[in-house]
């Protein structure tokens, strides 16, 4: 059993270290967050060793009803993998003292992609972390850009990717961005940084990104239009996303018509925190005019990223490779939409 230590117990560390209990080859040695608030009764009630991110602090935590088990130090000692899901820009610092104690770590899209061996999505370039020290688990929106790419530039070459990026404002719990009534063009500067991001996983890629931000907190929209070297079907690229694990083609029929309904459906469907870690596109926006295809995806942003977490620890820890781990990952953490109208029903209980 690998042990992993997550230092960072947010919204993406909480997630993450969810997907890493529920697989069969990994255990949480121990979780660590900075303030004792709410977030630290989710370790307690899932028995995840709670430890202090902040040296000082095991006193403040003990102080409020909290057991802990020492600090980020004790954790990082006690792991054979670290993920790093801290706020961004603080991944980087604690990079060099993961590097410090010889244990290989993650760490998220924020931090940059010079310090890490490779960046990372397991559709795309799972092999690259393979023996790696350092990664980086690509943004959401880089995520969600990369799975898409992935199986249409090996199908039908892809000439040029341009993508409009309308972003949410904030999580859930982000208060402190809001309350906002506005959109903002996010960055200004036109082409944004998304389109050099998915370059860290696709080097030769023509891709031109924009980045918009709205008063939401769902999901991520993506507003697509890429230029093949191919002139397929719309049903042939309906086709092939549909076979993609980690992408959920919507179903007309299904009248989902937004980010909203797709938050409720994944509820519907039992999902923990209503997660969807599935990019989701739309499969009547699937469109191909010449060489030229259209969609809509969105992207859930506090999930997509953890399925490509766990594929990473495996890749680095040499425990799987990117068919058996990606299976696993799925299996494990119950990845895949099925329509039920296509399924067929259990027979009666006798
Ligand atoms: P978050 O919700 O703010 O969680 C950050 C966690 O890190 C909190 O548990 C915080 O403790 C803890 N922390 C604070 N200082 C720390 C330190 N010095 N060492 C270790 N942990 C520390 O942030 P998040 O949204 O999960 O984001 C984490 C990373 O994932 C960021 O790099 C972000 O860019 C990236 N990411 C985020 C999203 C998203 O949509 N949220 C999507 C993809 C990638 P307290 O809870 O006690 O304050």
Not at 29 to 43: E, L, Q
Not at 254 to 264: F, P, S, V, Y
Not at 330 to 350: F, K, Q
Request: charged share 25%; aromatic share 4%.
């Amino acid at each position: 059993m690998l042990k992993v230590g997550i230092n960072g117990y947010g919204t993406i560390g909480k997630r993450v270290a969810d997907a890493v209990a529920a697989q069969p080859d990994m255990t949480v040695c121990g979780v660590a967050k900075a303030s004792p608030d709410f977030g630290a009764d989710g370790a307690v009630q899932r028995d995840y060793p709670l430890y202090s991110a902040i040296g000082d602090r095991v006193e403040t935590f003990r102080a409020a009803g909290y057991e802990v088990a020492g600090t980020s130090d004790d954790l990082i000692a006690e792991s054979d993998v670290i993920v790093d899901a801290a706020p961004g820009g603080i991944g980087a610092e604690n990079l060099t003292r993961y590097e410090a104690a010889g244990v290989p770590a993650i760490v998220q899209g924020k931090e940059s992609d010079d310090l890490v061996d490779t960046s990372f999505n397991a559709r795309a370039n799972f092999e690259d972390a393979e023996g790696a020290d350092a990664v980086r688990v690509v943004s959401c929106n880089t995520t969600g850009l990369s799975r898409l790419v992935a199986p249409l530039e090996e199908n039908y070459g892809v000439e040029k990717v341009r993508a409009t990026l309308v972003r949410r404002g904030g999580d859930p719990d982000q208060t402190g961005r809001g309350p906002i009534n506005d959109i903002l063009p996010d960055p200004i500067a036109v082409p944004s940084h998304h389109g050099p991001d998915v370059n860290t996983i696709f080097p030769d890629l023509s891709i031109d990104t924009m980045g918009l931000k709205v008063p939401a907190t769902l999901m991520h929209m993506h507003s697509l239009n890429i230029e093949l070297e191919s002139e397929p079907t719309d049903q042939a690229v309906h086709e092939l996303l549909a076979e993609e694990s980690r992408i959920f083609v919507v179903d007309e029929g299904m009248a989902i018509d937004g980010t909203g309904k797709l938050r409720e459906f994944a509820r519907d469907r039992g999902r923990p925190r209503g997660d969807l870690w599935e990019n989701c596109v739309w499969g009547e926006s699937i469109n191909v005019e010449g060489s030229e295809l259209y969609m809509f995806q969105a992207i859930h942003q506090e999930s997509d990223v953890i399925p490509e977490n766990v594929d990473a620890i495996r890749a680095m820890a040499g425990i799987a490779g990117k068919e058996e781990s990606m299976a696993l990952t799925d299996e494990h953490l119950g990845i895949g939409l099925p329509d039920p109208r296509s399924v067929p029903a259990p027979s009666p209980t006798p």
